[in-house]
């Protein structure tokens, strides 16, 4: 059996899942997400079949090499993992350092040429299972990128194509970009109609860090682990959100409030400066798509939070409170509007400003990454400064599903799952 070939043909059946939901608009249906999971356990399932056979053929390779062969070509010794990140960047800097000692872990690593390649200067490459980690923790600090739809590319993969149905109106004639059905008589002939498609296109941008360590710290490996680790991990996930909010699209993801997609609702009559009122959160709400509504959440900048606590909807000559804060321990982690949760976020615009306040459904947002953090490390940077350098390169991009606003059927007020209030200044 070929089992290469039957890969690519779970691989191309997963992809066509992927496009059937991104082109709903609305994400897989349970058979789809069931399908698509189900497929994920059988594409592993061959990938560590394959990966089995590769390395009982290069065993047998190994066996039947000629006792007087180069040494290279020998069965290489088992070597072990390192049993932490700051354990590994240690080894790094003695290996680097000149008359330093090499710690066989990582000239099995640096060898391997699975990873990106080792800098010119002699950096090494971070283990693997450690690169994973700093990016689960990137994604554990990003508020905003663990709720979006997140699409892992192949090796050999730099961007993505989807194609997706170009509709913008709920008018007849307009459904699904120009589908339409008609009510006929009995030997009337039919009128015929098709969809429209748009094509979304994904290519990977870098995002970047640098750290400098002195030889002092670099003899704490427990606190080069948490210090480096952390810190990026924290940068990278504020970085990530503020991109997925604010991007522009050039050089980085696309953020929700530069794309065609957001619906902005004007604020009320002559609405004071600088506040937000019960009018303001009913007008976002109406303008929500209605099937997002389950999955939005409202994003604010804390400096909004005082406008929410006074904010009431009146009756007769009393009225009830609209923001319903936290029940305490026992009760929900976030304070809540029409059900949602409300959540801080510090890359939401101040008071006042369009985007202080804003309610999305981020599983309408699609993010694409290249495997883990790349990251590496060399001595010679900043060498006469007894310091060593430390970078790190995350490869990804995004962009929100929907290319534009959506004209509902009936009424002019368009919806979209992402909404913004207008500035109040």
């Known amino acids: 059996m070929d ?25 897989f249906t349970v058979e789809q997400q069931a399908g698509f999971d189900t497929l994920q356990a059988e594409i592993v399932n061959l990938e560590n ?5 590769m390395e009982l053929e290069a ?10 062969a180069p040494l290279y070509a020998q069965p290489k010794a088992k070597v072990e993992k390192f049993g932490s990140f700051g354990e590994q960047l240690r080894a790094v800097i003695e290996a680097a ?14 060898a391997a040429g699975l990873n990106e390649n080792v800098g010119s200067d002699g950096g090494f490459l971070v283990d693997t299972d450690f690169s994973k980690e700093i990016l689960k923790r990137a994604y554990e600090t990003g508020v905003l990128a663990s709720r979006c739809n997140k699409v892992p590319l192949s090796t050999n993969s730099t961007g993505l194509r989807i194609n997706a149905i170009d509709e913008s109106s709920r008018a007849n004639g307009s459904r699904w970009g120009g589908i339409q059905a008609y009510w006929e008589g009995e030997a009337d002939g ?26 002092e710290l670099l003899l704490d490996a427990t606190a ?50 600088g506040t937000v009122n019960v009018q303001n959160i009913v007008g976002m709400w109406s303008r929500c798509w209605g099937k997002s ?84 490390s060399s001595i010679h940077v900043r060498f006469l400064y007894d310091e060593n350098c430390f970078r790190f390169i995350y490869r990804v991009d995004g962009q929100p599903v929907w290319g534009s606003v959506l004209t509902p059927s009936r009424g002019s007020n368009t919806l979209s799952p992402f909404v913004a209030l207008a500035s109040r200044a």
């Open 224 to 273: 080069l682990e948490s210090v480096i680790s952390q810190g990026f991990a924290e940068e990278f996930g504020f970085k990530m959100d503020d991109a997925i909010l604010n991007g522009t699209g050039a050089g980085m993801p696309l953020g929700l409030m530069n794309s065609k997609s957001l619906v902005t609702v004007p604020k009320v009559g002559s609405q004071t400066a």
């Open 3 to 27: 089992f290469k070939a039957l890969l690519k043909q779970k691989l191309d059946a997963q992809q066509t899942l992927l496009n059937a939901a991104m082109a709903s608009g609305t994400g």
């Open 49 to 53: 079949t394959i990966k089995a056979a």
């Open 97 to 110: 350092r000149p008359g330093g000692s090499m710690d066989n872990r990582l000239s099995i690593k640096a």
């Open 293 to 376: 509504r389950q999955n939005a959440a409202w994003f604010i900048n804390q400096d909004i939070e005082p406008q929410l606590y006074t904010m009431a909807l009146s009756v007769g000559t009393g009225g009830i409170p609209v923001y319903m804060p936290a029940g305490g321990i026992s009760g929900s982690p976030y304070s809540t509007l029409y059900g949602r949760p409300v959540i801080p976020l510090e890359q939401c615009q101040t008071l006042g400003t369009t985007g202080d306040i804003i309610l999305a459904d981020l599983s309408q947002y699609l993010i694409i990454d290249k495997g883990g953090i790349s990251a590496a």
């Open 190 to 215: 039919l009128i015929g109609s098709k969809p429209k498609f748009r094509q979304m296109e994904l290519n990977l941008h870098k995002l970047t860090g640098l750290c400098y360590a002195t030889d």
């Open 59 to 68: 065993r047998q390779a190994d066996l039947n090499t000629p006792v007087n």
